[in-house]
């Protein structure tokens, strides 16, 4: 078995839909319990609105990556306009049910894709996100699904705002080496049954 990162990108105007089927998503996501390592919804700016999802899983087949991507209950009725599906390689070695705080904090998710290999920067880049590690809930890198090859990063931190994020990322020497192909940020909390 391998993990696999998942981000879903939400339509426009799907709310109601998510609403109706959010019971029907988590009965699917019971089925993956001892294997989900991570699982929230993104959310826009304010903290209101669903705009996406991630959901990190361990997976041990093809088949399976299909299934947990395009037979889940929101796919499946139109709400995303696009996945992402990266192999995961949890450099934390920790879940998200593993973090402790006690902060009121938002959390953010943080996508950074490159499209070619960094092997410079990647020590430099863990050196430094090593630095945040008690407000990380998880981190570590994307890879391809086909080849292992290295495709970014992701992290999601908590701290006291965006502009606290984004001095985080001015400040990461692997973006700052203008190398990385995009860097998308996203409000994140943790996800699942209350």
Known sequence: ??????????????????ARLTEAHWAFMDNYAGRLKARGPCLSDDGEAHTGSLHIVQLATPAEIDVFAYQEPFYAAGVY??????????????????????????MFLILAHADTPMAGFVA?????????????VVYGSMLSVTDNAWQGFAQIVQVPSRADVEKLLAEDPMIASGRVARVDVHRWCVGGRR
């Open 124 to 136: 430099a880049h863990r050196s430094f996100a090593a630095a945040y590690r008690d407000r990380t």
């Open 1 to 18: 078995m391998a993990e696999y990162l998942f981000y879903c990108r939400d339509r426009a105007d799907t709310a109601a839909t998510l």
């Open 81 to 106: 306009s696009d996945v992402t599906i990266r192999r995961w390689e949890n450099l934390l070695g920790r879940t998200m049910w593993e973090y402790e705080t006690s902060s009121d904090d938002p």
